[in-house]
Structure formats: C-alpha cells, structure tokens
C-alpha cells in the first residue's frame, strides 16, 4: 500500500495546501483572522515582528487563493478590512491541530 495515497487522496494535495499556507507568517495571520475581521494595523500587531511588506505579500496571496476578502471603503482607502471566507475558515481544523501538536512536541 502506498503510504502517500492513505494521507491524501489525490498525490499533491498537501504540496497544494503547503503553496498557499506553508509560507512564514501565513499560519498566524489565519490563526488571528479566526477570531473575526481584523485590518492591518491590528494584523501587524497581533502577528508579531512581521515586515509590513511581508504582511501586505501575504494578505494579497491568500486573498489571490480565496481564502480571506479584503472589505475597503472609497471614502477611506486605507482602512481596509480583512476577513476569512468559507474557504478560509475550513482551515480552522488543521491550524487545530498544528497547534496540538506545536504543544505536544515543541
């Protein structure tokens, strides 16, 4: 039996979530979107010593795969909002676990 087959039911499906997740910092930003719509000054704070234009690279990447919406008002661009959608908030049982094993093993 192929062990990769018994994980993932199609051979790539965890390199494809890897593309869109496994990149520093995208896990937390996730992690605190959990909680609700957050904008970026407070995403800055709560990720930790994130670049902003790092924080900005990946805000627009995972807005590019579905997974968060980016709410702006015309009357004050730069006020963003940031939210996950359903997609986004599928994620919620393996950002779970990661955490059970983060307190498990690290």
Not at 36 to 56: D, Y
Not at 67 to 96: C, F, M, R, V
Request: hydrophobic share 35%; glycine share 6%.
């Amino acid at each position: 039996m192929n062990t990769s087959t018994t994980i993932e039911p199609n051979v790539g499906c965890i390199a494809a979530t890897m593309e869109i997740i496994g990149n520093k910092w995208t896990a937390l930003i996730l992690r605190d979107l959990f909680s609700g719509p957050k904008r970026f000054c407070e995403l800055e704070k709560s990720v930790g010593s994130i670049n902003p234009r790092t924080l900005s690279q990946r805000l627009d990447d995972l807005e590019a795969h579905g997974i968060i919406t980016k709410k702006s008002w015309a009357n004050q661009p730069h006020k963003s909002e940031y939210s996950l959608t359903k997609k986004g908030a599928d994620l919620l049982p393996t950002l779970k676990q990661m955490a059970v094993w983060g307190t498990k093993y690290a």
